[in-house]
């Protein structure tokens, strides 16, 4: 199953506000979806940055908040933000498909894999934050500025891929990305979200 994004919220919340959240969720798994919608762009986040791969990120996004949903009741308040505990199950299950993985796929050389590299058990929760913040400021963006951005820095296309693609001259790509680029500069300096 793919992750489907939601609409962002607002950043963190308090701890006494998240607290209630879960205790809501663990009353009423319905009410999981305000935790999800809260956490979504975080936990999408951290996963793409270890894998490297849009749709791993998007699957293993799904499958951590499926977990979560399922695992709900015997989760414990301790103080520690609820992300910690969703990055905690996005960290198993990133080495559980990096597990299915070599099993599927032998590896051809002997380098370790992106995720290896990275410790998965201490999140940076600024950085996580900040391109959260981002991906927000991208969904905001006109229509083809968003598309550009998102072929270019995210499929890592290149400008004459995504001209083919749009139909537009590599000129007018290049221009989109300009001005989307700017765009979020400005945004992300003036701390709008």
């Known amino acids: 199953m793919v992750a489907v994004r939601r609409p962002a919220q607002e950043s963190a919340p308090q701890a006494a506000d998240e607290r209630l959240l879960v205790e809501a969720a663990q009353s009423d798994p319905a009410k999981f979806e305000a ?6 762009e975080r936990v999408y986040y ?26 709900l009741a015997k989760y414990e308040w301790r103080g520690a933000p609820f992300a ?5 199950i996005a960290s198993n299950a990133i080495a559980d498909q990096h597990k299915r993985a070599s099993r ?29 913040r981002l991906f927000r400021l991208v ?23 995504i001209a083919s693609r749009l139909k537009k001259t590599e000129g007018a790509v290049k221009q989109l990305q300009l001005r989307a680029l700017q765009t979020l500069r400005s945004r992300m300096e003036g701390g709008h979200v």
Do not use: C, G, M
């Open 46 to 71: 951290f996963l793409v940055r270890r894998v490297r791969d849009r749709a791993t990120a998007e699957d293993l996004t799904s499958e951590v908040f499926h977990k979560a949903l399922r695992s």
């Open 84 to 88: 910690a505990w969703l990055f905690r």
């Open 104 to 132: 599927e796929q032998p590896s051809r050389d002997n380098s370790p894999s992106l995720a290896a590299h990275a410790d998965p058990s201490s999140p940076d929760l600024e950085a996580i934050d900040y391109h959260a």
């Open 35 to 40: 935790l999800y919608e809260l956490h979504f």
């Open 139 to 161: 969904d905001d963006l006109p229509a083809a500025q968003r598309q550009v951005i998102r072929e270019r820095f995210v499929e890592q296309r290149t400008i004459r891929e």
